[in-house]
């Protein structure tokens, strides 16, 4: 998988700067601590005195890279440091041999039940990173319109009844402000699921269009069924780790875990948070401030994009703190990405 990193006008930092700022982002996952010059000078041998590295270290807060809390004399990373991190400093690591065996073999064993393997994925990146997962299932992008039936109530009430993919069903209850005959409706049906089955959203919006009166009507409650199938898939998640997230130092205080765990069990705003427009194969990392929730802005997400052709798809995640470990989490990220479209082409019969 590809990583599609968001891309931010990042300053221009000497070799000194750009190992200083590694290592203090290395110290502060590694420790939740604010980090002081003499405990980089201690560790870590840069050939400089102590004076050198505070001057450094106060370069770097002032382009925005680390900042320190007003208590303490060392310094954390912001979010525009660890996005620097990661686009310019980061190892391109991904997950060690025996664990992607490991791994492998465990989806082998789910390949013939989808939430199984839904669960699984889940439960392998919340153990692989120690963060929180988020894993959907593979959807069609776009449900498809397999049969629709328009059935008389009376002469003004008509029930919508569409089949989508998979067999699910949509139905709505329509007013019509003129009357429709019984064979009216019959030949609606017909016509309409001879020209839209296996056709989207998009070809029923503009199917709409052409069409005049309480066949105008019914066209466009069809494409609200198909928009509101769509709508729902996107809110379906498995998720697993919480208990990861609130051994962090970072959420002493409850309740930022208790604003991510109503975020998760909330599908409607969860689907905000998925890069929609990600590519299948690709990896985003959205930091803190850079995403949209605010009860998110202390957390990193990590995203993938799975699935078949461009057509099935679904998403793997992680959500930690922005203390996380990125390298870590893209890697797991990537290679449960890649199986996972492994087992939506076997599903998919390809």
């Known amino acids: 998988m590809a990583e599609n990193l968001t891309k931010n006008r990042l300053p221009e930092l000497a070799d000194r700067q750009r190992e200083l700022l590694r290592a203090v982002i290395r110290e502060y996952i590694a420790t939740a601590e604010p980090v002081a010059s003499a405990a980089l000078v201690r560790r870590y041998a840069f050939g400089v005195s102590s004076a050198t590295v505070r001057s450094e270290l106060a370069a770097l807060e ?125 030949r609606f049906s017909t016509r309409v ?37 769509d709508a729902g898939r996107a809110r379906d998640v498995y998720y697993d780790g919480i208990q990861n997230i609130l051994v962090q130092p970072e959420f002493a205080e409850t309740e930022s875990i208790r604003d991510m765990v109503r975020l998760l069990e909330d599908r409607t705003r969860l689907a905000e948070i998925l890069p929609h427009e990600l590519g299948a194969g690709e990896v985003t990392v959205a930091i803190g401030s850079e995403h949209r929730l605010a009860p998110l802005r202390g957390f990193s997400l990590v995203f993938g994009r799975y699935g078949a052709g461009g057509d099935v798809v679904g998403y793997v995640g992680v959500v930690g703190p922005t203390r996380m470990d990125y390298a870590r989490s893209i890697g797991a990220v990537r290679y449960v990405g890649s199986l996972m479209s492994d087992l939506v082409r076997v599903m998919e019969g390809e």
């Open 62 to 186: 002032e382009l925005g890279l680390l900042t320190h809390p007003h208590t303490s004399a060392g310094r954390v990373p912001t979010d525009l440091g660890y996005r620097y991190f990661i686009e310019s400093l980061m190892p391109r690591t991904g997950l060690r041999p025996a664990e992607q065996l490991t791994v492998s073999h465990q989806f082998q064993q789910a390949r013939s039940n989808t939430a199984e393997w839904l669960r699984l994925a889940a439960s392998t990146l919340a153990r692989l990173t120690a963060e929180a997962s988020i894993v959907t299932p593979p959807a069609m992008s776009h449900a498809v319109l397999r049969h629709v039936e328009a059935v008389p109530i009376n002469e003004h009430r008509v029930l919508l009844v569409a089949v989508l993919d998979g067999g699910a069903v949509q139905q709505q209850l329509i007013e019509l402000a003129d009357p429709v005959s019984t064979e009216h409706l019959r």
């Open 193 to 229: 699921t001879a020209e839209l089955a296996d056709r989207d959203v998009s070809a029923v919006r503009a199917t709409a269009a052409n069409e005049g009166g309480g066949d105008r009507v019914l066209v466009t409650a069809l494409a609200r069924l198909l928009e509101e199938h």
